[in-house]
């Protein structure tokens, strides 16, 4: 499945994509910098229910956040691993733990530990497609 998106309508995208993945937990954002994987994961967030993400201080490598509502919606983990070295690191650091928690998972830079996934892992890939449209796809092929 493939989406495009002007960051204008990222929010219709954010909602065409969580009725797409329904049933998925964890979900590995794959793309360069600047692709976009941190601009949509909010934007899924935010359509999910979560109202506090603005505020978080400083991105370290675990984000937990909750809906305003606890009862109504999951916690999310947002899990950037752009600066870990290697899976060793990653798993130290409780991100194995995070993505077989049963929560929801996003996760940036899959790449630097491709083997702590869990085999039913969403991979995403996000590439530009304009100065202000990304494409999105959804699997492998
Ligand atoms: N359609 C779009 N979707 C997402 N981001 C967009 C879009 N159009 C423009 N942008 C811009 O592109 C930039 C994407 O930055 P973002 O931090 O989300 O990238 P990233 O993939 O998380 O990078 P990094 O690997 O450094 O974490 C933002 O400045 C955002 O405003
Ligand atoms: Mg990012």
Known sequence: MELIFHL???RD?????LAET???TVFAFHGEMGAGKTTFIHAICDEKGI?????SPTFSIINEYRPEDAK????IFHIDLYRMKDQEEAML???EDCLYSGAICFVEWPEKAPGIFPPDTEHIYITLAGSETRKLRI???
């Open 8 to 10: 204008d309508a990222i």
């Open 51 to 55: 109202r506090d993400i603005v505020s």
């Open 13 to 17: 995208a954010a909602r065409r994509f």
């Open 93 to 95: 650091a409780g991100v």
């Open 22 to 24: 329904k049933g998925k």
């Open 139 to 141: 699997g492998r092929n």
């Open 72 to 75: 109504n919606g999951e916690k």
